[in-house]
């Protein structure tokens, strides 16, 4: 979907430079404190936390393919860089609750449930120590040779990964009728349970399409949660049924790519580009 050309990169880059000299000297006069907002109950402050999100870990010439030794390579950099992934659970208990969280914790995500997280993300994050959340399209689980199948799921699962749903049949909620979105939330809700023998609080919008009404929808389905591809970091001041993510693509440099996706964030934020 977004691709940079060398030129845009290099620009992004220069911007990116400016922007952390702009901030360092930011932060020595003022002690403002990186990503940092006020918590709504008090004066706690509460750093914001990145999610990315991926979909597919292969060598297809898709944009939402990532090769997995490029895949390795930004899992690597997060676990050099001190890093510790964390769950949905977390995230929430943190953001509602001030529950605290490992010092620089992330939480990578992956949309549709693709076999290759199985087979190639898996085996990676595994060697890491790194766990993430998956959403699920349930008509495609166990149905479609390109997705994993529930035993995938629950092997995963023991292993401390945690699912959520994607709808479904990966309906774009806002194109079709209330009834029809209610039933995609619902049954797949419901589906997730069943399989997994735990609740399914999470959920993340097919396509990314959603509105303030199906936000509502989201909420009485049962969802505690749910994730857009919107960029941005998630924080106190985040709408918990419209998070933002950092979506991962693959481009000619993708792991520049993802290094400035992921620390321009909290700059871009910070100087107030993002999330209004
Ligand atoms: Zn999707």
């Not at 979907?1 to 911007?15: A, E, H, K, P």
């Not at 006020?38 to 402050?45: D, E």
């Not at 039933?183 to 349970?193: A, G, H, P, T, V």
Request: charged share 20%.
């Amino acid at each position: 979907m977004v691709g940079i050309s060398r030129r845009q990169g290099c620009l992004i880059i220069l911007g990116l430079i400016f922007l952390l000299v702009l901030s360092s000297s930011v932060v020595s006069t003022t002690a403002v404190v990186a990503g940092r907002n006020s918590n709504r109950a008090g004066n706690v402050s509460l750093a914001d936390v990145p999610i990315l999100n991926y979909h597919k870990i292969d060598t297809l010439h898709h944009s939402l393919s990532i090769p997995p030794q490029e895949f390795e390579e930004q899992i690597a950099y997060l676990s050099q860089n001190g890093f510790t992934t964390i769950s949905p659970d977390q995230l929430m208990s943190y953001l509602n609750h001030s529950k605290a969280l490992p010092e620089k914790p992330i939480l990578i995500t992956f949309d549709d449930g693709y076999l290759d997280n199985y087979t190639n993300a898996y085996p990676i994050l595994k060697k890491y120590g790194f766990t993430a959340t998956i959403f699920l399209v349930t008509n495609l689980v166990g149905h479609d040779e390109r997705f994993m199948t529930w035993d995938q799921v629950r092997e995963m699962q023991k292993a401390g990964f945690a699912f959520g749903s994607h709808t479904v049949s990966h309906a774009a909620l806002t194109k079709i009728s209330r009834e029809q979105a209610m039933e995609e939330l619902i049954d797949s809700r419901k589906e997730m349970e069943q399989q997994l023998g735990v609740k399914a609080r999470y959920f993340a919008y097919p396509t990314g399409a959603y509105n303030l009404q199906v936000e509502e929808m989201v909420k009485q389905a049962g969802y505690k949660a749910a994730f857009t591809i919107r960029y941005g970091q998630a924080g106190t001041e985040s709408d918990p049924y419209a998070l933002e993510r950092i979506p991962i693509f693959k481009g000619q440099q993708t792991f520049r790519s993802f290094f400035i996706r992921l620390n321009a964030a909290p700059l871009l934020e910070r100087f107030g580009l993002i999330r209004n």
